[in-house]
């Protein structure tokens, strides 16, 4: 017994359903067709979960079952031919590779060291946007050059991006990282009708393998290099990742390692900056939650110092805002679909066959009104009433890292990210808009869901100089 969905058509089941924003033509048809939903998109059976329920049965009860991500044709470029993690099927070596990853890079001890460079970033773009005081800036390119600092220096050593203020970043990289993502996130009709892959219709393998050459190349003479000139290691500098995959090469093949970094800079770079552009958007639009958080940083943190990690736990409005634009402006709404494996599984009654393809829907969860009210409102405080909601895949009414085996492993610094990255923007700035009037929230699809239009905004320094 399959759950219910729309007609599928002869060859295209219901892609022309999908439209350019999937994750909201596929909330509406589960409005019609339930929490389960069954379609075919071309000749792949799929099913669309959209419930925080449906999502905790089949984690909870089929956790194995739903381990592995489809093999889709972007991954197999992206991917290396499936040898990272975030494109590959769940195998005993991407258990190994995530295990590599969480004890070695994102364990709290490991991010408690990076505080350091944190803070500096976090510093050098305040005082960057200090120095274009009353002039128009683009919020994004700042931010990315922030997260793509922050995460090269926790994988190579070193940052990427040299100068705030210079609008090329180096080799383009940052961009070339963008790029990836929103080509991963374009639903190529050759996987789901695989007879006309040949023809590449919409011209996507040619411009995945174009980026790919780049990459790896980039990478891979980032690590040639690497080996011929290793790091002098001190007591002060900690040892950066690409070190610790060089030292396990036996176990890890060069092709390996570059796409195991290549899956933590797509993951790391565009997420939080484009989230926290939201949240800004966000602010812009309701200036009384702005200067709600305003008041709180100023009456917690004062004027005297820029904000730091160790205060945000005292600011539980910022905290609010991050998680509202996280649930509002879901911008990993559909992530990569997985596939059943192992067997048929049992949900909410229905039977799902083998090898059928599977969404999770996070933004249908984040607005699904039997447990968020007033659902397309934005009201941070709504989350003081929910202080059991947290973002790590445990509640499944809000899962904007996924859940699961294949739950984001850099969600802590992710969101760590977003929050000090916001705490500075409010407290150190007053902000005026560029072209004020109705701010456009049109959003594009993507892996990662973007502001159509970036937002440029012109910030005014609170603070004396000398802080920033
Ligand atoms: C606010 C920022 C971030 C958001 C919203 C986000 C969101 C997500 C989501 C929704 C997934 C898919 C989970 C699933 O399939 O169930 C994911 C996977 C992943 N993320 Fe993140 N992420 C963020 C930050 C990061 C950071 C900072 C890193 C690395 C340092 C990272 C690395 C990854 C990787 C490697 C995967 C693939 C995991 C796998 O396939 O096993 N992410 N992320």
């Known amino acids: 017994k399959l759950p219910p969905g729309p007609f599928n058509l002869p060859v295209i089941g ?92 994102l364990s709290p001890t490991k991010l408690k060291i990076y505080d350091g460079i944190r803070h500096e970033e976090q510093r050098r773009l305040a005082r960057s946007l200090s120095d274009e005081r009353g002039n128009p800036v683009l919020l994004r390119q700042k931010l990315h050059n922030m997260n793509m600092n922050v995460i090269t220096y926790m994988l190579f050593g070193k940052r990427f991006c040299g100068h705030y203020n210079n609008t090329v970043n180096v080799d383009g990289f940052v961009q070339v990282i963008v790029d990836i993502l929103r080509l991963a996130g374009v639903f190529n009709v050759s996987d789901y009708i695989p007879g006309i892959r040949w023809l590449d219709v919409q011209g996507l393998e040619k411009q995945y393998k174009h980026l ?130 192992g067997g048929p599984i049992k949900l909410s009654g229905y039977t799902i066959p083998n090898g059928t393809t599977i969404y999770i829907n996070s933004y249908s969860i984040g607005i699904d009104e039997r447990f968020w009210k007033d659902p397309l409102e934005f009201q941070p405080q709504r989350f003081f009433d929910l202080p059991d909601v947290d973002v790590f895949g445990h509640n499944f009414n809000f899962l904007p890292f996924g859940t699961g085996r294949r739950v984001c492993p850099g969600a802590k610094l992710g969101f760590d990210a977003v929050q000090i990255g916001l705490a500075t923007l409010v407290q150190g700035f007053d902000w005026k808009l560029d072209a004020p009037g109705n701010m456009n929230m049109d959003q594009t699809f993507g892996l990662v869901c973007h502001k159509s239009q970036p937002l440029v905004a012109i910030p005014v320094p609170r603070l004396d100089s000398h802080i920033y």
């Open 14 to 105: 219901c892609l022309h359903m999908l439209g350019s924003l999937p994750h909201i033509s596929l909330h509406k048809l589960s409005q019609k067709y339930g929490d389960v939903m069954y379609l075919k998109l071309g000749t792949r059976s799929t099913v669309i979960i959209s419930s925080g329920r449906a999502a905790r049965e089949i984690v909870k009860l089929h956790n194995l079952k739903f381990a592995s991500k489809v093999p889709l044709i972007s991954g197999k470029y992206f991917g290396n031919d499936y040898s990272g993690i975030a494109f590959s099927q769940y195998t005993p070596e991407v258990k190994f590779y995530r295990k590599i990853i969480n004890t070695h890079l």
């Open 212 to 341: 790919m050459d780049r990459v790896n190349r980039h990478l891979l003479s980032i690590l040639q290099d690497r080996r011929v000139n290793p790091p002098v290691f001190t007591s002060e500098e900690p040892i950066a990742f690409i070190d610790v995959l060089i030292s396990m090469e036996e176990k890890l093949s060069d092709i390996t390692i570059i796409s195991l970094l290549l899956d933590l800079l797509l993951g790391a770079v565009d997420t939080s900056a484009l989230l926290l552009e939201w949240a800004m958007a966000e602010l812009f639009r309701h200036p009384v939650e702005l200067s709600r958080a305003q008041i709180q940083i100023d009456a917690v943190v004062g004027k005297e110092k820029l904000v730091d990690e160790s205060d945000i736990l005292k600011l539980p409005y910022i905290d609010a805002i991050v998680k509202e634009t996280m649930r509002l402006r879901s911008v990993a709404p559909l992530s990569l679909p997985k596939q059943v494996q």
